[in-house]
């Protein structure tokens, strides 16, 4: 004898409506991110800078010689513009490129004295963005938010970094 029982529907998830964009984490995010990348243009554009070669230099100027792959995930830029900014930053004398110890195919990318000089003339604008961002929310709540935010990121995380 089987269980003949209906079953129940599956839930009905709110719709944007109903949540509204205020409310929405993701809206907010980009609004965020949007006004921050903004706040930083005419500086970056300054220095001849575009934001994937900006954060790129940021990425570098922490980690030591990624892979192109690897650069590509923690700088938030798909690979094919990363490609083209990489191609400019070393133009520029800004990165170099060296072939992989283990695997001659790959490419890991460093930056360079003049790279790191560069991402320095920006470093104070970019951390007076981000201060600004936190502006009268005291230290408990920014580690609660950042927090939140490292789970999320593990949540719908592709990549292992």
Known sequence: ??????QKPPPTLP???EIGLTNYAPYLM???MGRYNASLRDEM??????TPKMRALAVLSVIDGPLIRELSVYSVVEQSTLS????????EGLIRR?????DSRATRIYITDAGRA???TLW????????RMFRGIPADERRAFVATLQKMLTNIRKHEI
């Open 1 to 6: 004898m089987t269980d003949q029982s209906p």
């Open 118 to 120: 560069h991402f320095e």
């Open 84 to 91: 083209r900014a990489l191609d400019q930053l070393a133009t």
């Open 15 to 17: 719709r944007l409506g």
């Open 98 to 102: 060296e072939a992989d110890a283990t």
């Open 45 to 50: 554009s300054g220095l001849g800078l575009t």
């Open 30 to 32: 980009n609004r965020i």
């Open 124 to 131: 104070p604008r970019m951390a007076e963005a981000h201060e």
